[in-house]
């Protein structure tokens, strides 16, 4: 998730909607809200190696940051903070954001 967000540019909303089939290719295409338009952006190698071993055995279909509550479901903008929270005080980073609204 982080590793998208700083690669690609995305906000942390769009990124959360991202599938499995999004990422199979080199480049990453999707609807932005806010702006009301699409986007695309060409990954970077070190992303595309990332993702690339963790889609490796998803389905198409499969939200790529999948909460464990419900079937198929993404995480929350709330959650997504949380773990980028923890990320950033494992490393001993100041500032990290995903623009968090409850």
């Not at 939200?63 to 079937?71: Q, V």
């Not at 923890?86 to 990290?96: G, K, R, S």
Request: glycine share 4%; with cysteine.
């Amino acid at each position: 998730m982080f590793l998208t967000e700083i690669h690609c540019g995305f906000r942390i909303s769009d990124i959360l909607k991202l599938e499995v089939k999004h990422v199979k290719g080199w480049d990453i295409r999707l609807f932005e809200e806010k702006m009301k338009k699409y986007r695309s952006v060409r990954m970077t190698k070190e992303l595309k190696r990332e993702m690339r071993d963790y889609i490796h055995g998803k389905s198409d279909e499969e939200y790529l940051f999948k909460s464990r509550k419900g079937i198929n479901q993404p995480i929350s903008r709330k959650r997504a903070y949380e773990i980028l929270r923890e990320l950033a005080d494992d490393f001993d980073l100041e500032q990290i954001c995903t623009n968090k609204k409850n």
